[in-house]
């Protein structure tokens, strides 16, 4: 009964638009940075380290994937259909 009312209350918030816009490509990109960090030089480490960084580098490359490429993308395709 709430939803459309947290929806209406959080529709134009842009800390929210963001983390959502995130959402798909950390779900792209997590396994594979913990992958690679796991197999790289801090597999020895301790896992807390390990688990922060996987979340730092995950979060980066997704916004760095969001800007790069999904919004360009984003922009070509909104133009095609004008």
Do not use: W
């Amino acid at each position: 009964i709430c939803i459309p009312f947290v929806f209406l209350y959080s529709k134009k918030n842009t800390f929210d638009r963001s983390i959502g816009e995130l959402s798909y490509p950390v779900y792209l990109l997590h396994q594979l940075i913990f992958k690679i960090l796991t197999n790289g030089p801090l597999a020895g480490k301790n896992h807390e380290l390990i688990t922060i960084a996987c979340l730092c580098v995950t979060v980066f490359f997704a916004f760095l994937l969001v800007r790069f490429i999904e919004i360009p993308i984003d922009k070509i395709r909104q133009k095609m259909l004008k």
